[in-house]
T-cell receptor
Framework: GDSVTQMEGPVTLSEEAFLTINCTYT??????LFWYVQYPGEGLQLLLK?????DKGSNKGFEATYRKETTSFHLEKGSVQVSDSAVYFC????????????FGQGTTLQVKP | EAGVAQSPRYKIIEKRQSVAFWCNPI?????LYWYQQILGQGPKLLIQ????????DSQLPKDRFSAERLKGVDSTLKIQPAKLEDSAVYLC??????????????FGEGSRLTVL
């Protein structure tokens, strides 16, 4: 079945460092791909998405490119801030489009001043 | 716009007891989801409703879990009897359906269950 694999955390960075969180997926067809973020004490919220190969999703300085050839959707940010400390989840929605999301296990990011 | 509302936020029960969680989705969202998030893992879908019909309940442990969405709006998830391994955060989410669906799910803050 469809699945998502994320890099293990926690990831600890200093402020203004470059961030990469790896995400790869297994799916039949052409899924849509998402990054969700969960800030401390808050619910999951959509960070960015891409719906077809080579699309780049971006929001709040974060970017991810849908790479069909490597089945990847890595999250990047050029300069992280303390306020980016959160848990990040990669997810896919299958091409059958029932709407449900399949999530990776999450990666905790801690940014230190 | 009001978000997805869930209650209670926290619940502690003994094993073999029962518990119920309530969810009120965003107004106009026809699709409602219940996810289970065990500590250190990603959310796992338990059940998906479209209006008051079940779309997917393949991963719902039906011997102990039940869910309903009687009028196509609010939903209740029940666990009876609870087991230790049911300790988790239960997330409710909703989304538009059809051409209005952007693929985004809107999540509530979750209900944290501890089974002792």
């Amino acid at each position: 079945g469809d699945s998502v694999t994320q890099m293990e955390g926690p990831v600890t960075l200093s402020e203004e460092a470059f961030l990469t969180i790896n995400c790869t997926y297994t799916a039949t067809g052409y899924p849509s791909l998402f990054w969700y973020v969960q800030y401390p004490g808050e619910g999951l919220q959509l960070l960015l998405k891409a719906t077809k190969a080579d699309d780049k999703g971006s929001n709040k300085g974060f970017e991810a490119t849908y790479r069909k050839e490597t089945t990847s959707f890595h999250l990047e940010k050029g300069s992280v801030q303390v306020s980016d400390s959160a848990v990040y989840f990669c997810a896919l929605s299958s091409s059958s489009n029932t709407g449900k999301l399949i999530f990776g296990q999450g990666t905790t990011l801690q940014v230190k001043p | 716009e009001a978000g997805v509302a869930q209650s209670p936020r926290y619940k502690i029960i003994e094993k073999r007891q029962s518990v119920a969680f309530w969810c009120n989705p965003i107004s106009g969202h026809a699709t409602l989801y219940w996810y289970q998030q065990i500590l250190g893992q990603g959310p796992k879908l338990l059940i998906q409703f479209q209006n008051n019909g079940v779309v997917d309940d393949s991963q719902l442990p039906k011997d102990r879990f039940s869910a309903e969405r009687l009028k196509g709006v609010d939903s209740t998830l029940k666990i009876q009897p609870a087991k230790l391994e049911d300790s988790a955060v239960y997330l409710c989410a909703s989304s538009f359906t059809g051409t209005a669906n952007t693929g985004e799910l809107f999540f509530g803050e979750g209900s944290r269950l501890t089974v002792l």
